[in-house]
Protein backbone atom coordinates (compact mmCIF):
# COMPACT_ATOMS: atom_id res chain seq x y z
CA UNK A 1 0.00 0.00 0.00
CA UNK A 2 3.11 2.16 0.71
CA UNK A 3 4.43 1.35 -2.56
CA UNK A 4 1.30 2.32 -4.29
CA UNK A 5 0.64 5.90 -2.19
CA UNK A 6 4.82 6.80 -3.44
CA UNK A 7 3.50 6.00 -7.02
CA UNK A 8 0.41 8.18 -6.49
CA UNK A 9 2.63 10.71 -4.93
CA UNK A 10 5.23 10.63 -7.44
CA UNK A 11 2.65 10.82 -10.75
CA UNK A 12 1.28 14.07 -9.08
CA UNK A 13 4.05 15.27 -8.88
CA UNK A 14 4.93 15.17 -12.10
CA UNK A 15 1.65 16.07 -13.70
CA UNK A 16 2.08 19.55 -11.77
CA UNK A 17 6.08 19.76 -11.55
CA UNK A 18 6.07 19.90 -8.05
CA UNK A 19 9.19 19.91 -6.01
CA UNK A 20 10.13 17.41 -4.04
CA UNK A 21 8.95 19.26 -1.02
CA UNK A 22 5.64 19.58 -2.71
CA UNK A 23 5.54 16.07 -3.43
CA UNK A 24 6.21 15.10 -0.17
CA UNK A 25 2.88 17.33 1.42
CA UNK A 26 1.18 15.28 -1.52
CA UNK A 27 2.37 11.87 -0.66
CA UNK A 28 1.77 12.87 3.70
CA UNK A 29 -2.05 13.98 2.34
CA UNK A 30 -2.74 11.21 0.56
CA UNK A 31 -1.56 9.05 3.62
CA UNK A 32 -3.68 10.95 6.02
CA UNK A 33 -6.69 10.41 3.81
CA UNK A 34 -6.24 6.67 3.75
CA UNK A 35 -5.72 6.22 7.28
CA UNK A 36 -8.97 8.46 8.41
CA UNK A 37 -11.18 6.57 5.34
CA UNK A 38 -10.10 3.01 6.65
CA UNK A 39 -10.06 3.82 10.43
CA UNK A 40 -13.94 5.33 10.46
CA UNK A 41 -14.65 2.21 7.97
CA UNK A 42 -13.50 -0.17 10.99
CA UNK A 43 -14.83 2.04 13.80
CA UNK A 44 -18.44 2.01 12.11
CA UNK A 45 -18.14 -1.95 11.39
CA UNK A 46 -17.25 -2.24 15.12
CA UNK A 47 -19.84 -0.21 16.23
CA UNK A 48 -22.46 -1.52 14.31
CA UNK A 49 -21.33 -5.21 14.98
CA UNK A 50 -20.87 -4.58 19.18
CA UNK A 51 -23.61 -1.42 19.56
CA UNK A 52 -21.26 1.25 20.00
CA UNK A 53 -21.76 3.19 17.09
CA UNK A 54 -22.79 6.40 18.53
CA UNK A 55 -19.82 6.32 20.89
CA UNK A 56 -16.93 5.52 17.79
CA UNK A 57 -18.35 8.36 15.49
CA UNK A 58 -18.23 10.84 18.96
CA UNK A 59 -14.62 9.60 19.33
CA UNK A 60 -13.48 9.56 15.52
CA UNK A 61 -14.70 12.79 14.84
CA UNK A 62 -13.55 14.71 18.26
CA UNK A 63 -10.35 13.30 17.24
CA UNK A 64 -10.29 13.59 13.18
CA UNK A 65 -11.34 17.47 13.46
CA UNK A 66 -8.63 18.21 16.52
CA UNK A 67 -6.37 16.82 15.16
CA UNK A 68 -6.33 19.08 11.16
CA UNK A 69 -6.05 21.81 13.24
CA UNK A 70 -3.37 20.53 15.83
CA UNK A 71 -0.98 18.07 14.24
CA UNK A 72 0.31 15.79 16.82
CA UNK A 73 2.35 12.38 17.28
CA UNK A 74 2.60 9.98 13.84
CA UNK A 75 3.37 6.77 14.22
CA UNK A 76 6.60 6.40 11.13
CA UNK A 77 4.71 3.66 9.10
CA UNK A 78 1.29 3.38 7.78
CA UNK A 79 0.29 -0.26 9.12
CA UNK A 80 1.81 1.05 12.64
CA UNK A 81 -0.72 4.14 12.74
CA UNK A 82 -3.92 2.54 11.31
CA UNK A 83 -2.66 -0.18 13.97
CA UNK A 84 -2.51 1.82 16.91
CA UNK A 85 -5.01 4.31 16.06
CA UNK A 86 -7.80 1.72 15.25
CA UNK A 87 -6.96 0.06 18.89
CA UNK A 88 -6.66 3.41 20.84
CA UNK A 89 -10.39 4.46 19.02
CA UNK A 90 -11.95 1.54 19.72
CA UNK A 91 -10.90 1.00 22.78
CA UNK A 92 -12.22 4.61 24.23
CA UNK A 93 -15.67 3.80 22.06
CA UNK A 94 -16.11 0.94 23.89
CA UNK A 95 -15.09 2.22 27.48
CA UNK A 96 -17.23 5.35 26.50
CA UNK A 97 -19.90 3.35 25.48
CA UNK A 98 -19.59 0.30 28.45
CA UNK A 99 -17.72 1.88 31.48
CA UNK A 100 -17.45 4.80 31.49
CA UNK A 101 -20.96 5.87 32.23
CA UNK A 102 -21.50 3.81 35.18
CA UNK A 103 -20.09 6.76 37.29
CA UNK A 104 -22.88 8.69 36.40
CA UNK A 105 -23.81 12.25 34.55
CA UNK A 106 -22.37 14.42 37.64
CA UNK A 107 -18.90 12.91 37.12
CA UNK A 108 -19.21 13.65 33.06
CA UNK A 109 -20.22 17.01 33.99
CA UNK A 110 -17.27 17.14 36.60
CA UNK A 111 -14.80 15.84 34.36
CA UNK A 112 -15.34 17.87 31.47
CA UNK A 113 -14.86 21.14 33.92
CA UNK A 114 -11.79 19.18 34.85
CA UNK A 115 -10.30 17.98 31.94
CA UNK A 116 -11.24 20.96 29.88
CA UNK A 117 -9.25 23.31 32.37
CA UNK A 118 -6.71 20.96 31.40
CA UNK A 119 -7.15 20.63 28.10
CA UNK A 120 -7.43 24.45 26.64
CA UNK A 121 -3.89 25.39 28.42
CA UNK A 122 -2.14 22.84 27.07
CA UNK A 123 -3.48 22.97 23.21
CA UNK A 124 -3.06 26.47 23.65
CA UNK A 125 0.58 26.02 24.38
CA UNK A 126 1.62 23.58 22.26
CA UNK A 127 -0.52 24.10 18.91
CA UNK A 128 0.43 23.45 16.26
CA UNK A 129 2.94 20.33 16.33
CA UNK A 130 4.14 20.22 12.67
CA UNK A 131 5.13 17.46 10.50
CA UNK A 132 8.50 16.92 8.98
CA UNK A 133 6.70 16.25 5.58
CA UNK A 134 4.25 19.73 6.30
CA UNK A 135 6.51 22.25 8.06
CA UNK A 136 4.51 25.08 9.21
CA UNK A 137 6.53 28.65 8.43
CA UNK A 138 3.59 30.85 7.98
CA UNK A 139 2.84 32.87 11.27
CA UNK A 140 -0.43 33.75 10.04
CA UNK A 141 -1.33 29.99 9.34
CA UNK A 142 -0.06 29.49 13.18
CA UNK A 143 -2.52 31.62 14.72
CA UNK A 144 -5.78 30.97 12.86
CA UNK A 145 -4.94 27.23 13.24
CA UNK A 146 -4.51 28.03 17.25
CA UNK A 147 -7.52 29.88 17.21
CA UNK A 148 -9.14 27.28 15.27
CA UNK A 149 -8.37 24.83 18.02
CA UNK A 150 -9.72 26.99 20.56
CA UNK A 151 -13.13 27.34 19.17
CA UNK A 152 -13.31 23.39 18.54
CA UNK A 153 -12.60 22.77 22.02
CA UNK A 154 -14.89 25.12 23.06
CA UNK A 155 -17.48 23.64 21.88
CA UNK A 156 -16.43 20.33 22.10
CA UNK A 157 -16.97 21.34 26.13
CA UNK A 158 -20.02 22.92 25.42
CA UNK A 159 -21.57 19.74 24.05
CA UNK A 160 -20.12 17.36 26.83
CA UNK A 161 -21.30 19.39 29.54
CA UNK A 162 -24.91 19.63 28.42
CA UNK A 163 -24.91 16.16 27.22
CA UNK A 164 -23.88 15.13 31.03
CA UNK A 165 -26.91 16.33 32.45
CA UNK A 166 -29.29 14.21 34.34
CA UNK A 167 -31.90 13.12 32.07
CA UNK A 168 -34.32 14.93 35.19
CA UNK A 169 -32.90 18.29 33.63
CA UNK A 170 -32.34 17.25 30.09
CA UNK A 171 -34.38 14.27 28.48
CA UNK A 172 -31.97 13.22 25.61
CA UNK A 173 -28.59 13.88 27.55
CA UNK A 174 -25.76 11.09 26.97
CA UNK A 175 -23.25 10.90 29.66
CA UNK A 176 -21.53 7.88 27.40
CA UNK A 177 -21.35 10.40 24.52
CA UNK A 178 -20.44 12.62 26.96
CA UNK A 179 -17.15 10.24 27.85
CA UNK A 180 -16.93 9.79 24.08
CA UNK A 181 -15.64 13.53 23.01
CA UNK A 182 -13.49 13.98 26.22
CA UNK A 183 -11.71 10.78 25.64
CA UNK A 184 -11.24 12.05 22.17
CA UNK A 185 -10.09 15.14 23.14
CA UNK A 186 -7.74 14.17 25.90
CA UNK A 187 -6.45 11.10 23.29
CA UNK A 188 -5.73 13.80 21.24
CA UNK A 189 -4.15 16.27 23.69
CA UNK A 190 -1.73 14.12 24.50
CA UNK A 191 -0.14 13.19 21.51
CA UNK A 192 0.90 16.84 21.58
CA UNK A 193 3.25 16.02 24.26
CA UNK A 194 6.28 14.43 24.46
CA UNK A 195 5.19 11.80 26.71
CA UNK A 196 2.24 11.15 23.83
CA UNK A 197 5.37 11.20 21.25
CA UNK A 198 7.36 8.82 23.63
CA UNK A 199 3.95 6.74 23.93
CA UNK A 200 3.17 6.07 20.35
CA UNK A 201 7.08 5.75 19.20
CA UNK A 202 6.95 3.11 21.84
CA UNK A 203 3.59 1.17 20.40
CA UNK A 204 4.41 1.29 17.11
CA UNK A 205 7.42 -0.30 17.86
CA UNK A 206 6.22 -3.77 16.79
CA UNK A 207 5.07 -2.48 13.37
CA UNK A 208 8.34 -1.11 11.97
CA UNK A 209 10.19 -2.67 9.19
Known amino acids: MEQFLDHLADTIAEQFHYTEEQRAVVRYGLVALLQ??????????????????????????????????????????????????????????????????????????????????????????????????????????????????FVLLTIYLFLAAVLALPKEVLPFSSPSITFSILSGTVWQTFTLTKSGRRFVNAMEAPFRR
Open 36 to 149: TIVIFLLLVLLGLCFDFLPQALAVFFSVVLLRKQEGGAHASSLSGCLILTGIVLTTLAVLSRYVFPLAGSWAALLLTVTLGAACVPVSWKLVPVESPNKPLRDSKKIARLRRNT
